[in-house]
């Protein structure tokens, strides 16, 4: 499975950014998704989910309401919406595919394969 998020940048406070995650070599449509994010100096955290048929979402609460995670399976594609950014969502975002069990998968190890990561950076 290879995963190739894009769609990071420099953005101000309150704006908004969409990320994308492209996915190849497996049956899109056969697992979770999930978006992470890894500030500086800190561990990764489970940012949000969305299940194999599209009909379940889960977000953190520091992200609900702000961020929007969708599918597309006509281009093997998730997307995170993020609306009203602050300088506190600065990190790397990482895609992630999730491994058989219960939603919502929220855990890193829960996830097999994942992104190379991409840079938001909200400036105040």
């Known amino acids: 499975v290879q995963l190739q998020a894009s769609g990071g940048g420099l953005v101000q406070a309150g704006g908004s950014l969409r990320l994308s995650c492209a996915a190849s070599g497996r049956t899109f449509s056969s697992y979770d998704m999930g978006w992470f994010r890894q500030a500086p100096g800190k561990q990764r955290e489970f940012v949000a989910t969305?299940?194999?048929?599209?009909?379940?979402?889960y977000y953190a609460d520091s992200v609900k309401g702000r961020f929007t995670i969708s599918r597309d399976y006509a281009k093997n594609t998730v997307y995170l919406q993020m609306n009203s950014l602050k300088p506190e969502d600065t990190a790397v975002y990482y895609c992630a595919t999730g491994r058989t069990g219960n939603f919502p998968l929220k855990f890193v190890y829960q996830y097999d394969y994942w992104g190379q990561g991409t840079l938001v950076t909200v400036s105040s």
């Open positions: 969305i299940n194999w048929s599209g009909d379940m979402i």
